[in-house]
C-alpha cells in the first residue's frame, strides 16, 4: 500500500537499493487533481499535504490530454479506476471548472475533502493571468503555481509545445503586480515552474514575485532521466517513465543524487543573495528594482526594441486599490476557508460512534440549506484517515437530509456512509463519489410527480470512483462524466450524459438529452426507449438485454423503489418481463475489445519450483533473447531482441589472407533481412538522438547521421529511401560502416546499461546493398560555374570536399603524392579492414566518373609550388592529413635497423600486396623509391602504440608470418564496466578486443596487450650489431617498476602523429598551432597567415589525426564554405555541428568578461574557453593556458621584470611554477579605484599630521 508507512530497512528500487526510515511512505505529498480525475478518491485526497487544482494541463493548456490504452496497465489501471487495455481521455477543462465561482467551488470540496492540506491552482503564463490569478486568490486558493511556456516531457503534440503559453518570467510578474494592486499578495504563496534548474533562476523567480519554485526536469536528470521524450510509449529505456516491470528493473537513481544536486542549487542561490546583500530569501521577493536588462539585447534589431519598464515595475509603486497603503510583498495571512461552523461539523460529532468503534449511526431529518456546501467532505476526510480506502461497513452512518442541499453534495463520500435527500440537489451533487451512498427524492408534500421534475443540477458524480446513487428525478446536463466505477439510477438526464465515462454502471428510466456517451470508453449504461437521435455513437455499440442483464437491472430498479418509493420505478416493475425488453444496453467498443481479448488471452502458467536448464542456468534473461526473428516488432524491439553486429570470419581462418575480416552474406537472403530487420526494430527512435551529434565526450556522430530516421526506414523495408536518407549526410558510408570505430553507438541510448543498437553494422548494409541493386550511380553536374579548386591530398577529408564541390557545379582537381588515390584509406588502412578494390578503388572510379580529375605521383612543394596552385585556381584546400609520425629520437638504440614507422610498415605492406594482385611494378615512377620488403617468417615482432594504427600493424605482422606480436601501452588495463569519468554518452574508456587481438590470441595462445610499460631503450642484436635485437623497457606492477627484455626482430612506432610535415610549404609560411598543425577558424577553415585568400585547410590536417568519420564532416563543412566563398551563397549543407548553430558557432573574443555571476572561488581560475576548441578535440580535457604575444616592445620589457620579480618570490616560497600573462591588463575601474584609494589615504594622512601638528602661539 503505497499510502501505509514502511518499516526500516531496505528497499529495492530497480537496479539500487534505498535506504528506508521508519515511517516513510512512498506516497506523494502533492495530489493533482485535472479535469480528467483520474482515481481521484477520498483516500487520494486525505494522503496529500498539497492538493493542485491543474488548469494548466502541462504543456497542453486547454487542450486534455490522453493515456494511450497500451499504457493503462496493472497499478496504472487501478490507480486510474479504469480498465486494463481502454485509453483514458482527458477533457479539455471544464465541466466543474468553467468559471472562476467554479474553481472556487472546487477549491471549497477539496479543503473539505482534506481541511489539512494546502490548495494549489496551477495557471499557464499569459496575457491576463493577474486577473486570473486574482479570482482564484478570492476563491480561497492557498497557493498559485505560474507554469511557463517551457518543461514537460516533450511528448505532446508539437503544437502544443510550441504554443502553449508564455514565458514564466512574464506569467510571475504580471500576477505577482496585480495581486499586490488589489492587496492579495499577503494571503497567498507564487510558485513558479518551467525548466527552472540553476540558482540564478531561483532567484530570477523570486525577484519577479514567486516565493517558491518547482523543479522537475533536472532533478529527474539527476535520478536517471535521459530526457528521450517518449514517456507516452512506455519504453523508457532508463526505468523512470515506464510501468513495465522488466524496464523499472534499470532504474539507478538514488535519492543523495537528487540531494546533492538540490544543496548546490540551494549553494549558488545563497552565494547570489550574498552578493546582492540579501539575508533572508523572503528579502528577494519582488525587488525587481535588481534586475536590468542585457545591454546587449539593444545590439540585435528583434531585441533592440524591446521595453521592459512594465515588467521591471516595481509592484510597491503602484497605486494599490485595496484599503491599506502598504501591503506585503510575500505571503504572510492564511486564507481563511470558514470552515469552523460547517454542517460537516455537527456530522462528524454525531458520527463519533462510527468512527471510534465502527457502532451503528442514524441521524434524522438534519435539516439543510443551500448555503451549505460541500457536506460531507469533512466526514469522510475523517472516515478515510482512520480507515483508509475500505471505509465503514455499508450503511454504518445513515443521515437524512431535508430541505435544498447546496453544492457538491456528498462531496467524495466515503465507503459506510448513506446521504439520504428529501429535496432537490444543486451542482456537483456525487462529485468524486468514493464508496459512498445517495438517495435524492422530491419532498412529500410536493405536487409534481418525481420523474418530470429536475431533482439534480449539472454536472451530478463527476468524476465518481465508486458507491452508488439512486435519484427518484430527472439529473441536469453532464450527469455522470468522467464516472469511473459508480452505480447510479436515474429518472432522466440532460446533454452530454455519461460524457468520457470509463467504468461504472448507469441506468436511465427516462429520457435523454442530446450527445449521450460521448467519449465513452468504458462502463454500461442501460437506456429505457432509447432515442437514438440523441446519441453520440462515435465510441458506442448498441445492444440488446440479455438474461443476466435483466436480473442485474431488475435488482437495481427495485432497491431504487425501495429507497425512494419511487412511482416510476413501481410502475416499472409491475411488469418486468416487458420493462426489460424496452432497454437498450450501450456498450463501448473499445470497453467490448479489451473484455474479449481478457476472455481470450492465455492463463498464466504458475512458477515452476523445478531448477532451469543446466546449458541455460549461468545465462542472464537478456542473452537467451533472439537477434534476428521475421517481422520484429519495433516498439519493445530494444527490449525484446538482443543485439548482433555484423560477424567475423573465425580468427585463424581470416589470418591466412588479406581479404576482410567481416563474414560476407547474400543480400538477398531472407535470413539476411530478417536479422538486419531485427537490429533496426532495436532504435528507440528517442526524441533527442543522442547518436546524431557529436558531443565533448567523444561520443555521437561527427556527421550528423539521421541514424533514428534510416534505422525506420529499413525496418519498414524501404531501403532506397534509407540509402537517400543515408547520403544525405554521409558521402562515403562504405569507409564509415567498416573504418569508423562508432561513437555513435557509445552515445546510443541503450548503451547505458545494455548493448547498443548495431548502427555501423546497418550503415554498412544500407550502402552495399544500394551498390548490390545498382542505385550508386555517377551523377555529373548539370551545369558548371567555370571556377577551379584544387584539392591537396586525396584522403577522407579531400574525397569529401571534392564531391560536394563537385556537385556545386566548380571544377575540382584532386593531386595526390602517392600513386594511387585514397590517401589513409588506401595505404594507412590495410586491406583486410577496408577492402581496397571492392570499396576504395570503386568510388574512387565513380568520383572519376562524376568528372573530378585525379592527378598522381604530384608533390605539392616539390612538382609544383603553393603559389601557383593558389594562382592558378579560384580556391585550394589543403587536405594532406597528420602525416608526421611521433617518434622516439633520443631513446638509445633508434638508429638501429628495423625500427619502422607505423605508416611506414602500413603502406609498404600494403603497396606490395595491391601491386602483386593488379600485376604492375614495384617501380611505378622514376622518383619512387621500391617498397622494403618485410620479411616476418618467424620473427618476434614489437608494436609500439595503443590506438587503431597499432593495431592494425599487429594484424598486418601476424598476417605475414611473426613468430609472437606485442603491443605496448603506457596505460593499465581498462576496466570491464563505463568508468565514472567516462558517463555515457561519452566515449566509454572500457576494456576492448579489436579484431587483431583476438587473432594473435587465437594462434598464439595470449593477448598481444602488455600494459604499463614504458620503452627506455633498443638493444642491438647478437647476430648483426646494425639491426635491433631486443627492447629494453620497464613494466609496473605491485611490487614498483621492472626492467624487462624483450626479444625483437622489427619494431613498429605506432605512437601517433603530430600534424602534417613540411613538405607542403617547406618555408613555413603558413601558421601552425602548438601541435603543429595548420592553423584555420573551425568553421571557416581559411589558412592563417597565408600571403593567399583562397588557401582552405580542412581534415586532420588542420584539426590534428582523428577518425575517418570526422575527416569527411570537415570536407562536407570546408566544402559548403568554399562555395560561398566562390558564388557568395551555397546551397551545400553544412556539416560542423557548431556551424549549423549559430548561437555557438559566433563564440566571445577571447578576453571578454563573463557574463552573469562567476563563483568566488572561480575568479581566478576561471578561463573563458572558445566552445569550437573544445568540440574540435572531441574530448573532456583540461584546458591548455596560452600565453599571448605581446602588444608591444614596451610591455614585454614591463612583463618580463614582473616575471623575474614572481619567479624570485616564487623560488623563496617554494612554489612550483608561476606565471604571468604578458597580455593581461588591468580594468580601468580598478585603476580608478586605486586612484581613489590613494587620493582618500592622502587626503586621511594631511588631516592626522594637521590634528598632530602643536597650535600656533
Same mark, same amino acid.
Given at each position: 500500500?503505497?499510502?501505509s508507512?514502511m518499516?526500516e ?5 530497480g537496479a539500487?537499493e534505498w ?6 511512505t512512498s ?6 487533481v ?11 485526497? *486525505?494522503?496529500?499535504d498539497?492538493?493542485?487544482?491543474k ?17 493503462v496497465?496493472?497499478k ?8 486494463p487495455?481502454?485509453?483514458l481521455?482527458s ?10 465561482? %467554479? ?7 477539496l479543503?473539505?475533502?482534506?481541511? *489539512?492540506a494546502r490548495i ?11 486577473v ?10 492557498d497557493h498559485l ?6 518543461g ?12 502553449c ?17 488589489n492587496?492579495?499578495?499577503d494571503?497567498v504563496?507564487?510558485q ?5 534548474r540553476?540558482?540564478?533562476d ?8 514567486a ?12 535520478l536517471?532521466?535521459?530526457m528521450m521524450?517518449?514517456c507516452?510509449?512506455?519504453?523508457c529505456p532508463?526505468?523512470v517513465?515506464?510501468q ?9 537513481g ?10 548546490m ?11 546582492l546583500?540579501?539575508r533572508r530569501?523572503?528579502?528577494?521577493i =519582488?525587488r ?6 542585457? *545591454?546587449?539585447?539593444?545590439e540585435?534589431?528583434?531585441t533592440?526594441?524591446?521595453?521592459f ?18 501591503g506585503s510583498?510575500?505571503c ?7 470552515l469552523a461552523?460547517? &454542517?460537516?461539523?455537527? !456530522? ?10 465502527k ?6 431529518d438534519?435539516?439543510i440549506k443551500?448555503? %451549505? ?8 476526510f ?9 471505509g465503514?461497513?455499508?450503511?454504518t452512518?445513515h ?8 453544492q ?5 463520500l466515503a465507503?459506510?456512509?448513506?446521504f ?7 451542482d ?5 463519489l468514493s464508496?459512498?451512498c &445517495?438517495?435524492?427524492?422530491k ?9 418530470e421534475a ?7 458524480l463527476y468524476g ?24 447510479a439510477?436515474?429518472?432522466?438526464v440532460?446533454d ?7 467504468r461504472g454502471?448507469?441506468?436511465?428510466l ?15 449504461a ?5 432515442d437514438k ?5 462515435e465510441?458506442? !455499440? !448498441? ?9 442485474m ?5 427495485? %432497491?431504487?423503489?425501495? !429507497?425512494?418509493?419511487s412511482?416510476k420505478?413501481?410502475e416499472l416493475?409491475a411488469?418486468?418481463?416487458k ?6 444496453k450501450?456498450?463501448p467498443k473499445?470497453?467490448?475489445k479489451?473484455?474479449?481479448?481478457m ?20 545465462k542472464d534473461?537478456e ?6 526473428v521475421?517481422?520484429?516488432?519495433k516498439?519493445?524491439g530494444?527490449?525484446?531482441?538482443a543485439r548482433k ?12 589472407d ?9 543480400k538477398?537472403s531472407?535470413?539476411?533481412h530478417?536479422?538486419?530487420?531485427t ?8 526524441g533527442?538522438p @543522442? ?6 565526450g567523444g561520443g555521437?556522430?561527427?556527421l550528423?547521421?539521421r ?9 519498414e523495408g ?7 536518407r ?10 564509415t ?12 541510448v541503450?548503451?547505458?546499461? /545494455?548493448?547498443p543498437?548495431a ?12 551498390f548490390?541493386?545498382?542505385w550508386?550511380k ?6 558548371? @560555374? ?10 577522407p577529408?579531400g574525397?569529401?570536399?571534392?564531391q560536394?564541390?563537385n556537385r556545386?557545379?566548380h571544377?575540382v ?5 602517392a ?7 588506401m ?10 578494390t571492392?570499396?576504395v #578503388?570503386?568510388r574512387?572510379q ?5 568528372g ?8 605539392v612543394g616539390?612538382?609544383?609550388?603553393m603559389?601557383?596552385?593558389?594562382t592558378?585556381n579560384d ?8 602525416t ?6 633520443s631513446?638509445?638504440g633508434?638508429h ?12 609498404a605492406?600494403?603497396?606490395t600486396?595491391?601491386?602483386? /594482385? ?13 617498397s622494403?620488403?618485410? %620479411?616476418?617468417q618467424?620473427a ?7 590506438g $587503431?594504427?597499432?593495431?592494425d600493424c599487429v594484424?598486418?605482422?601476424v598476417r605475414?608470418?611473426a ?10 588495463e ?5 568508468p565514472?569519468?567516462?558517463?555515457w ?6 576494456y576492448?578486443?579489436?579484431?587483431a587481438?583476438?587473432?594473435v +590470441?587465437?594462434?598464439h =595462445? ?7 610499460v614504458?620503452t627506455?631503450?633498443?638493444k642491438?642484436?647478437?647476430e ?7 627492447v ?5 606492477n605491485?611490487?614498483g617498476?621492472a626492467v ?16 602534417p610535415? +613540411?613538405?607542403?610549404?617547406p ?5 601552425r598551432d ?6 584555420a ?18 581534415? $586532420?590536417?588542420r584539426?590534428?589525426?582523428? #577518425?575517418?568519420?570526422t575527416a569527411?564532416a570537415?570536407g ?11 558564388m557568395?551563397? @551555397?546551397?551545400l549543407?553544412?556539416a ?14 577571447k ?6 555571476l562567476?563563483?568566488?572561488?572561480q575568479?581566478k581560475?576561471?578561463?573563458n574557453?572558445?566552445?569550437?576548441e ?7 580535457v583540461?584546458?591548455?593556458?596560452? /600565453?599571448?604575444e605581446a ?15 614572481? /619567479? ?7 612554489m ?9 591588463t ?6 580608478a579605484?586605486?586612484?581613489g584609494l590613494?587620493?582618500?589615504n ?15 602661539r
Amino acid at each position: 500500500d503505497r499510502f501505509s508507512p514502511m518499516k526500516e530497512g531496505r528497499l529495492t528500487m530497480g537496479a539500487s537499493e534505498w535506504e528506508i526510515f521508519e515511517g516513510d511512505t512512498s506516497r506523494s505529498r502533492i495530489k493533482q487533481v485535472a479535469s480528467g480525475r483520474f482515481g481521484v478518491t477520498a483516500e487520494y485526497l *486525505a494522503n496529500a499535504d498539497e492538493i493542485q487544482i491543474k488548469l494548466a494541463q502541462g504543456a497542453k493548456p486547454g487542450e486534455g490530454g490522453e493515456l494511450p490504452g497500451y499504457k493503462v496497465v496493472g497499478k496504472i489501471a487501478e490507480t486510474r479506476k479504469a480498465t486494463p487495455g481502454v485509453g483514458l481521455i482527458s477533457p479539455p477543462p471544464h465541466h466543474d471548472m468553467y468559471s472562476i465561482e %467554479d474553481v472556487a467551488q472546487l477549491i471549497r470540496d477539496l479543503k473539505n475533502a482534506n481541511p *489539512a492540506a494546502r490548495i494549489s491552482v496551477k495557471l499557464v503564463a499569459r496575457i491576463g493571468i493577474g486577473v486570473i490569478a486574482s479570482g482564484v486568490t478570492k476563491g480561497k486558493a492557498d497557493h498559485l503555481t505560474i507554469s511557463g511556456m517551457s518543461g514537460g516531457t516533450g511528448a505532446a503534440k508539437w503544437t502544443s509545445i510550441k504554443h502553449c503559453g508564455l514565458p514564466w518570467e512574464i506569467g510571475v510578474a504580471e500576477t505577482h503586480q496585480t495581486l499586490v494592486l488589489n492587496g492579495l499578495r499577503d494571503r497567498v504563496t507564487v510558485q513558479t515552474d518551467g525548466q527552472i534548474r540553476t540558482g540564478r533562476d531561483v532567484v530570477m523567480a523570486a525577484l519577479l514575485g514567486a516565493e517558491e519554485v518547482a523543479m522537475t526536469t533536472a532533478p529527474l536528470i539527476a535520478l536517471g532521466c535521459i530526457m528521450m521524450r517518449k514517456c507516452h510509449l512506455n519504453t523508457c529505456p532508463v526505468g523512470v517513465a515506464t510501468q513495465d516491470p522488466e524496464l523499472r528493473k534499470k532504474f539507478t537513481g538514488q535519492p543523495e543524487h537528487l540531494i546533492n544536486y538540490l544543496f548546490m542549487v540551494a549553494e549558488d542561490v545563497r552565494e547570489i543573495m550574498a552578493s546582492l546583500g540579501c539575508r533572508r530569501f523572503t528579502e528577494l521577493i =519582488g525587488r525587481t528594482d535588481l534586475l536590468r536588462p542585457s *545591454a546587449h539585447l539593444k545590439e540585435h534589431w528583434k531585441t533592440a526594441d524591446l521595453d521592459f519598464t512594465d515588467l521591471l515595475r516595481p509592484a510597491w509603486t503602484l497605486q494599490s486599490m485595496a484599503a491599506e497603503t502598504e501591503g506585503s510583498m510575500f505571503c504572510c495571512v492564511p486564507q481563511d476557508h470558514e470552515l469552523a461552523h460547517v &454542517l460537516d461539523r455537527q !456530522l462528524v460529532l454525531r458520527a463519533a460512534p462510527a468512527l471510534e468503534d465502527k457502532s451503528q449511526v442514524m441521524v434524522k431529518d438534519l435539516a439543510i440549506k443551500n448555503i %451549505d456546501r460541500s457536506v460531507g467532505g469533512i466526514l469522510s476526510f475523517e472516515v478515510t484517515r482512520r480507515f483508509g480506502a475500505a471505509g465503514l461497513p455499508d450503511g454504518t452512518v445513515h443521515v437524512k437530509f431535508k430541505g435544498p442541499s447546496g453544492q457538491s453534495f456528498g462531496n467524495f463520500l466515503a465507503p459506510g456512509l448513506t446521504f439520504e435527500l428529501e429535496g432537490d440537489a444543486n451542482d456537483y451533487i456525487g462529485k468524486g463519489l468514493s464508496g459512498g451512498c &445517495l438517495v435524492v427524492y422530491k419532498p412529500g408534500q410536493a405536487p409534481f410527480k418525481g420523474h418530470e421534475a429536475i431533482l439534480a443540477g449539472n454536472a451530478a458524480l463527476y468524476g465518481a470512483t465508486a458507491g452508488k446513487s439512486f435519484m427518484a428525478g430527472i439529473a441536469a446536463e453532464r450527469f455522470a462524466v468522467r464516472n469511473s466505477g459508480a452505480t447510479a439510477v436515474v429518472e432522466g438526464v440532460g446533454d452530454h450524459g455519461c460524457e468520457y465515462m470509463t467504468r461504472g454502471l448507469v441506468v436511465i428510466l427516462g429520457s435523454t438529452g442530446a450527445n449521450f456517451a460521448a467519449g465513452m470508453s468504458g462502463g454500461l449504461a442501460y437506456l429505457l426507449d432509447i432515442d437514438k437521435t440523441s446519441l453520440n455513437m462515435e465510441s458506442i !455499440l !448498441l445492444e440488446p438485454v440479455g438474461a443476466e442483464d435483466s436480473k442485474m437491472l431488475e435488482d437495481l430498479v427495485k %432497491d431504487h423503489a425501495r !429507497l425512494t418509493s419511487s412511482a416510476k420505478a413501481q410502475e416499472l416493475l409491475a411488469n418486468w418481463d416487458k420493462t426489460a425488453k424496452r432497454f437498450t444496453k450501450v456498450f463501448p467498443k473499445e470497453y467490448k475489445k479489451a473484455l474479449e481479448s481478457m476472455k481470450s488471452a492465455p492463463t498464466e502458467k504458475k512458477a515452476s519450483d523445478t531448477q532451469p536448464i543446466v546449458q541455460n542456468g549461468a545465462k542472464d534473461l537478456e542473452d537467451l533473447r533472439p537477434n534476428s526473428v521475421h517481422e520484429p516488432q519495433k516498439k519493445r524491439g530494444f527490449h525484446e531482441y538482443a543485439r548482433k553486429s555484423m560477424s567475423y570470419r573465425p580468427d585463424k581462418d581470416r589470418t591466412m589472407d588479406w581479404e576482410e575480416i567481416y563474414a560476407s552474406q547474400t543480400k538477398k537472403s531472407q535470413q539476411w533481412h530478417s536479422w538486419i530487420q531485427t537490429q533496426t526494430a532495436r532504435c528507440m527512435d528517442c526524441g533527442t538522438p @543522442t547518436c546524431h551529434s557529436p558531443n565533448q565526450g567523444g561520443g555521437g556522430c561527427p556527421l550528423g547521421n539521421r541514424i533514428p530516421t534510416w534505422n525506420q526506414l529499413v525496418h519498414e523495408g524501404e531501403w532506397k529511401r534509407a540509402l537517400e536518407r543515408l547520403l544525405d549526410t554521409n558521402n562515403f558510408p562504405e569507409f564509415t560502416g567498416t573504418t569508423c570505430p562508432a561513437p555513435c553507438e557509445e552515445a546510443c541510448v541503450l548503451g547505458i546499461n /545494455e548493448s547498443p543498437v548495431a548502427i555501423k553494422s546497418t550503415e554498412l548494409a544500407i550502402i552495399e546493398y544500394g551498390f548490390s541493386k545498382g542505385w550508386i550511380k555517377p551523377h555529373p553536374p548539370q551545369v558548371r @560555374t567555370r571556377k577551379r579548386v584544387c584539392i591537396i591530398g586525396s584522403g577522407p577529408a579531400g574525397l569529401a570536399a571534392a564531391q560536394q564541390l563537385n556537385r556545386a557545379g566548380h571544377l575540382v582537381q584532386i593531386l595526390e603524392r602517392a600513386d594511387r588515390g585514397g590517401g589513409l584509406l588506401m595505404y594507412g588502412i590495410p586491406s583486410m579492414k577496408l577492402a581496397k578494390t571492392e570499396k576504395v #578503388l570503386r568510388r574512387l572510379q565513380l568520383l572519376k566518373d562524376e568528372g573530378i580529375e585525379f592527378k598522381y605521383n604530384c608533390e605539392v612543394g616539390k612538382d609544383v609550388s603553393m603559389a601557383e596552385l593558389c594562382t592558378q585556381n579560384d580556391a585550394v584546400i589543403l587536405a594532406t592529413g597528420a602525416t608526421q609520425c611521433r617518434d622516439m629520437r633520443s631513446t638509445e638504440g633508434r638508429h638501429l635497423k628495423n625500427i619502422v614507422q607505423a605508416m611506414d610498415f602500413l603502406t609498404a605492406t600494403q603497396k606490395t600486396n595491391l601491386d602483386a /594482385e593488379s600485376g604492375q611494378s614495384h617501380i611505378r615512377h622514376s622518383s619512387s623509391r621500391k617498397s622494403p620488403p618485410y %620479411d616476418l617468417q618467424g620473427a618476434r615482432v614489437v608494436v609500439i602504440g595503443g590506438g $587503431d594504427t597499432a593495431v592494425d600493424c599487429v594484424a598486418t605482422a601476424v598476417r605475414l608470418g611473426a613468430r609472437s606480436v606485442l603491443q605496448f601501452s603506457r596505460r593499465d588495463e581498462a576496466p570491464k564496466q563505463r568508468p565514472s569519468h567516462t558517463p555515457w554518452p561519452c566515449w566509454a574508456d572500457t576494456y576492448r578486443v579489436d579484431y587483431a587481438h583476438s587473432e594473435v +590470441k587465437a594462434l598464439h =595462445g595470449r593477448d598481444p596487450r602488455e600494459y604499463l610499460v614504458a620503452t627506455k631503450g633498443f638493444k642491438a642484436s647478437a647476430e648483426d650489431p646494425s639491426r635491433v635485437g631486443a627492447v629494453i623497457a620497464t613494466q609496473a606492477n605491485a611490487d614498483g617498476a621492472a626492467v624487462i627484455e624483450y626479444p625483437a626482430e622489427l619494431v613498429v612506432l605506432a605512437m601517433g602523429f603530430t600534424g602534417p610535415d +613540411k613538405v607542403v610549404d617547406p618555408q613555413g609560411v603558413l601558421a601552425r598551432d602548438q601541435n603543429s598543425n595548420f592553423k584555420a577558424d573551425y568553421g571557416e577553415y581559411v589558412a592563417e597567415n597565408a600571403p593567399w585568400k583562397n588557401l582552405f585547410a580542412c581534415g $586532420d590536417c588542420r584539426r590534428g589525426a582523428s #577518425l575517418v568519420v570526422t575527416a569527411i564532416a570537415e570536407g562536407r563543412d570546408c566544402a559548403a564554405r568554399i562555395d560561398s566563398f566562390l558564388m557568395g551563397e @551555397t546551397s551545400l549543407p553544412r556539416a560542423a555541428p557548431l556551424a549549423a548553430n549559430p548561437t555557438f558557432f559566433q563564440m566571445p573574443k577571447k578576453g571578454d568578461a563573463q557574463p552573469g555571476l562567476v563563483k568566488r572561488f572561480q575568479r581566478k581560475r576561471r578561463q573563458n574557453q572558445d566552445v569550437s576548441e573544445a568540440f574540435e578535440r572531441g574530448l573532456l580535457v583540461e584546458p591548455v593556458l596560452e /600565453e599571448p604575444e605581446a602588444e608591444s616592445k614596451a610591455s614585454q620589457a614591463a612583463t618580463s621584470s614582473m616575471k623575474i620579480a614572481v /619567479e624570485e618570490r616564487g623560488a623563496k616560497v617554494g612554489m612550483d611554477e608561476v606565471a604571468v600573462s604578458s597580455g593581461a591588463t588591468t580594468p580601468k575601474w580598478l585603476l580608478a579605484g586605486f586612484a581613489g584609494l590613494a587620493i582618500a589615504n592622502v587626503a586621511l594622512l594631511g588631516t592626522v599630521v594637521a590634528l598632530l601638528r602643536p597650535p600656533r602661539r
